[in-house]
């Protein structure tokens, strides 16, 4: 292994905090907690573009820091999550929850900046197996569950990657983690897509997101909604962009996890559902490929991860002081949580896209290049899914939560108060800076890959925008009936994995067990019952035949030289006379026959 | 906290308030139709009367009973299905 700079990763500055982080103890911990991510966070500003971190290793040169203005754009907002997140988490006592977080962003970071899918599947690793702490910290049993099906999900998915990256390598001979060739895909190709979009949540290799984000802690949850899926977008813009097939998915994905967040009664899991729906204009931005799409990808990814996180924090902080998050359970909190309500209000509006908020500048740069590029059904239908956005996450969630219905239980009520001053603190520098992207829109333009030709304040955008947004609230209001939550949950593709897997359980323990005692029964009856009579007879013919046998020479034996004995008992002299008596009786018995 | 009486205040003139928002509405399909130029519009749908209002109105529609359709067909199903929550 050779290093030929010493360039300072800013993953390094996340990985080494988080081991000193359980050393500290009281304000050390809390200044720590704070500082470390903007240390990573100022590295990530000062970065240089360029090739640095190049490591000759085997007969492969790695890169572990290709900085470029992509690479640039997604760790920027990566360790701005990363100091956002760290302060809502600053009342939690359990150092291990925010060091495993900080692993996990240190993951995303060193995806981002690598040169090579080595380095690149060396660090997807280290945010599966990080990232799973924080689902198991919350440490029920539903939760431990998940964490599992989240993990064994996560290493097929890196299998099938590593296999598509081994393949690349054979076929090309380089590793470098570039544009692959997305018209003439191969296997290799392939396996590399199935690999991210498995962590971008595209429909059917999606469930694990809904299916564990929502058992994961109030503060692990705010970490998770950003990285994962978000980290496979940079990989997609990076490998796959103009990949046509991603296109399809990405409506598709678009309008799933709306159609998923109808039926949701877990206001956090109707979350994972929207992020599923929120990634699938990324994902079509990628499949679209344009620079413009590019654009809007990277900038929805930006705006995705403050307003989805600014969200978790919100209905987190309800889960956090009451201990609910189901819509059955709340309702008519704002008495109660108004601050919560606020900034979660502002998250929703941001993700609706309403005039003013993050996701008006940066959804629309997909949508329109969708149209540009003349793909009117998928850029429709990208329409009709944000109208379902606004549906939920910005009617839905803060009405059932803090309006409608009070299904609070005394204790929940009784619970129920804004939480503390750190997760308010962060809500509202979250809820900022998502009204600062609506309204100053250079801010966050200047940070993307390529340059902006793109104006979303004109008049004709925002009456386009404010009358889908208006007109779906009506229907909203109009149809409240069927929205009321019920107290159930919705099958999912993770239903065949989870039933799957107690088939083969079902299997082991009934038809494979009833096979085993059947074949130990038939052995017991038949075999042993036969062994055993077989066994009867080679002992009967043991001990009658060859006993019989054995005894018998023996017995003639011990005769013979019983009666040998008996002749030696007499004296020598009889002996010799009887002897000699026989020798002169043959002797003279030969004489008279001769003669 | 002012915010709380914010919305109390609201909610104490809620029939005014929905009366608003309907001038709201109105003003907005009327503006739209009247001043707004359609220079950026893509398709030639999108230079009808209030063609986004419906738009948004339908795809609300749509998605709430295609999606209660879709759940009700065995998808919505007991909190304790899997037996582990």
Redesign the interface.
């Known amino acids: 292994m050779a290093i030929s700079e010493l360039w300072l990763h800013p993953a390094v500055i996340l990985l080494v905090g988080a081991v000193l982080l359980p050393l500290l103890r009281g304000r050390a911990r809390s200044v720590a907690l704070v500082a470390i991510p903007v240390l990573a966070f100022l590295r990530v500003l000062y970065l240089d573009p360029g090739t640095h971190g190049c490591v000759r290793f085997l007969d492969w040169d790695l890169v572990f820091g290709r900085v470029d203005k992509l690479s640039q754009v997604f760790g920027y907002i990566m360790t701005l999550m990363c100091i956002l997140g760290s302060i809502y988490s600053l009342h939690v006592k359990n150092a291990a929850e925010q060091a495993v977080a900080w692993c996990y962003v240190a993951g995303s970071l060193g995806v981002i900046y690598a040169g090579d899918y080595l380095v690149l599947f060396l660090f997807w690793e280290l945010m599966a197996f990080s990232s799973v702490f924080l689902i198991w910290q919350r440490r029920r049993?539903?939760s431990i569950?998940a964490g599992i099906r989240y993990l064994l999900v996560h290493v097929f998915g890196g299998v099938v990657l590593l296999g598509g990256i081994m393949l690349h390598l054979k076929a090309t001979g380089s590793l470098a983690f570039g544009q692959l060739d997305v018209a003439h895909p191969d296997m290799a190709t392939w396996m590399i897509l199935i690999g991210f979009i498995l962590n971008a949540a595209v429909p059917p290799l999606h469930a694990w997101l809904p299916d564990a984000y929502s058992e994961a802690t109030v503060t692990g949850s705010v970490f998770l909604c950003a990285f994962t899926t978000k980290t496979a977008v940079y990989a997609l813009c990076r490998a796959f962009a103009g990949m046509e097939v991603l296109i399809v998915l990405g409506v598709v994905m678009a309008i799933y996890g709306?159609?998923?967040a109808?039926?949701e009664n877990d206001s956090r899991k109707l979350l994972a559902y929207h992020i599923i729906s929120q990634v699938g204009y990324m994902v079509a931005g990628v499949g679209l490929g344009t620079q413009m799409a590019i654009n809007g990808a990277c900038a929805h990814a930006f705006a995705h991860i403050l307003y989805k996180g600014l969200l978790f924090m919100g209905t987190g902080s309800v889960l956090q002081m009451t201990g609910q998050s189901k819509f059955t359970e709340l309702g008519g909190l704002?008495?109660k949580m108004?601050?919560a309500?606020?900034f979660t209000l502002v998250g929703g509006l941001s993700i609706s896209a309403f005039p003013l908020f993050s996701g008006f500048v940066s959804k629309s740069m997909i949508v329109a290049a969708g149209?540009?590029e003349h793909r009117?059904t998928a850029?429709f239908l990208l329409?009709?899914a944000s109208?379902?956005t606004f549906?939920h996450t910005g009617l839905k969630v803060p009405y059932f939560i803090w309006f409608g219905k009070n299904n609070c239980s005394a204790e929940t009520w009784q619970r129920a108060e804004d939480p503390p001053w750190n997760m308010r603190l962060a809500m509202a520098l979250t809820a900022g800076l998502c009204i600062w992207i609506g309204c100053y829109t250079p801010y966050l333009y200047q940070l993307l890959p390529y340059a902006v030709e793109y104006h979303p304040y004109?008049?004709?955008?925002v009456?386009?925008t404010?009358?889908?947004?208006?007109?779906?609230a009506?229907?909203?209001f109009l149809?409240i009936k069927?929205?009321q939550p019920?107290?159930?949950?919705?099958?999912d593709v993770d239903w065949f994995y989870?039933m799957g897997g107690r088939a083969v359980q079902w299997f082991v323990n009934k038809p494979a067990q009833a096979v085993d005692t059947w074949v130990g029964e038939l052995y017991r009856v038949c075999g042993l019952t036969w062994l055993m009579a077989s066994a009867r007879v080679s002992a009967w013919f043991d001990g009658r035949v060859i006993d019989g046998v054995v005894d018998g020479f023996a017995r003639s034996v011990r005769g013979a030289g019983d009666r040998l004995r008996h002749l030696q008992t007499r004296q020598i002299q009889v002996n010799t006379f009887s002897a000699v008596v026989v020798l002169v009786v043959l002797l003279l018995v030969y004489l008279l026959t001769s003669m | 906290?002012k915010?709380?009486a914010l919305?109390e205040f609201l909610q104490r003139h809620l029939k005014w308030l929905v009366r608003l928002?309907w001038v709201?509405?109105a003003l907005?399909?009327v503006?739209?139709w009247l001043?707004?130029?359609?220079?950026?519009?893509?398709?030639q749908p999108?230079h009808w009367f209030?063609f986004?209002?419906?738009?948004?109105?339908v795809?609300?529609?749509?998605?709430?009973?295609?999606?209660?359709w879709?759940?009700h067909r065995?998808?919505?199903?007991?909190?304790d299905?899997?037996g582990?929550?």
């Open positions: 049993p539903s569950a709306v159609v998923y109808v039926l704002y008495k108004p601050w309500f606020l149209f540009e009117t850029a329409m009709l109208a379902g549906l004109t008049a004709y955008h009456s386009e404010l009358q889908i947004l208006l007109f779906t009506v229907g909203f149809f069927p929205l019920t107290a159930t949950i919705s099958l989870r | 906290m915010l709380v919305i928002c709201v509405l907005l399909v503006g739209d001043w707004v130029d359609k220079e950026h519009a893509h398709t999108e209030g986004w209002s419906v738009f948004g109105f795809a609300c529609v749509v998605i709430i009973f295609v999606s209660k879709y759940g065995g998808i919505m199903t007991r909190e299905y899997y582990d929550k």
